[in-house]
């Protein structure tokens, strides 16, 4: 082992075998990331939690009570936010979350495995949601190519569809919250979300990776129809 900069132990994972250089760096980040070992002692799915706890520590938008819908949840660190802060294991509030992969099951959400750009995927979860939703939460993320133009796109593009279901979906008042990348959301959708909410802001989390591109699009008073 060595230290960090800060003087903490680092581990260092040996190559070898079967193990890639991109697994290795994974597995050496994964290790040596104190919100990771955090999230294990608090309880939490993933390390992303602290990613919504700190949004909603400073913005307060899940409010005991409220409908809060959670596309790309899986494993399901900010379903598990969400369901503790408005209320959901007691009744109190409701959290529905989809995503491509599985998710174990977490007491006051309701989980289906449902790719949200699947054609019947807007009627599924309007049916699911039962009156509609307070906030919708979206950290998903756009298989990439590696091809920024094409990759670029098709960020775009999720963030486009999920603000769009928002706009269906959320009751007035209501908050949407997306992840995008160090460009932020796109020119258009940027100057849609500032029609639709009546506070469009980009937050970048303490809890982001420090080496990491990615911050979110909070937009907040939804204005309620188009």
Do not use: C
Not at 11 to 24: F, I, P
Not at 26 to 50: I, T
């Amino acid at each position: 082992m060595a230290k960090d900069t800060t003087g903490r132990l680092r581990v260092t994972v040996k190559t070898g075998g079967k193990r890639k250089l991109s697994s290795k760096l994974w597995l050496e980040r994964q290790l040596n990331d104190p919100y990771v070992a955090q999230a294990k002692r608090d309880g939490w799915r993933s390390r992303a939690a602290y990613k919504l706890i700190e949004m909603d520590d400073k913005y307060h938008f899940l409010k005991p009570g409220l409908a809060v819908l959670d596309l790309g949840a899986a494993p399901g660190g900010w379903s598990q936010v969400a369901a503790r802060r408005v209320g959901a294991a007691d009744g109190r509030g409701k959290v529905i979350a989809i995503d491509l992969l599985e998710m174990p099951e977490i007491v006051g959400v309701t989980f289906a495995r449902l790719d949200f750009l699947d054609a019947d995927a807007p009627e599924r979860l309007t049916t699911m949601m039962e009156g509609g939703a307070d906030v919708v939460l979206s950290d998903m993320a756009a298989n990439t190519t590696g091809h920024r133009k094409t990759d670029q796109l098709r960020i775009v593009g999720l963030v486009e569809s999920a603000a769009a279901f928002a706009a269906d979906v959320l009751r007035p008042g209501g908050t949407f919250i997306a992840k995008v990348f160090q460009s932020g959301a796109d020119a258009d959708l940027l100057a849609q979300l500032k029609r639709d909410y009546q506070t469009v802001r980009h937050v970048k989390p303490a809890a982001s990776r420090q080496d990491s591109s990615e911050r979110y699009v909070m937009a907040t008073g939804f204005r309620g129809g188009r």
